[in-house]
Nanobody, 128 residues
């Protein structure tokens, strides 16, 4: 099993930037594909970005392409989400997630599941 803790959220102005971090502990971090999800108030949790175990492949939902960058450092057991050009519609609780043994297609179409490992979330609030 892997334990996940997010950090780096907070308030930011429209057009600003934030960098989220996800610290992992427990099992071998490099064995897990990792992802970021978000959940706005009153809405379902949605996929934001994912990164393969080695970091060589990344995937993004269309609304954040060109604005967000996902990365990981397997030596530091950490994953990151650099968020640029933030918009009010990016306001949500952001969660990091881990899943074991998945294909590239499954990673690109990651649907949140209770069988995944989840952090507790970090709030991002973008004001206009």
């Amino acid at each position: 099993q892997v334990q996940l803790v997010e950090s780096g959220g907070g308030p930011v102005q429209d057009g600003g930037s934030l960098k989220l971090s996800c610290a992992a502990s427990g099992d071998t971090f490099s064995a897990y594909n990792m992802g970021w999800f978000r959940q706005a108030s009153g809405k379902a949790r949605e996929f934001v970005a994912a990164i393969s175990r080695s970091g060589s492949s990344t995937y993004f939902t269309d609304s954040v392409k060109g604005r967000f960058i996902i990365s990981r450092d397997n030596d530091k057991n950490a994953m990151y989400l650099q968020m640029n050009s933030l918009k009010p519609e990016d306001t949500a609780v952001y969660y990091c997630a881990a899943r074991f043994r998945t294909s590239a297609l499954q990673l690109s179409l990651w649907v949140p599941s209770p069988s995944n490992y989840w952090g507790q979330g970090t709030q991002v609030t973008v004001s206009s």
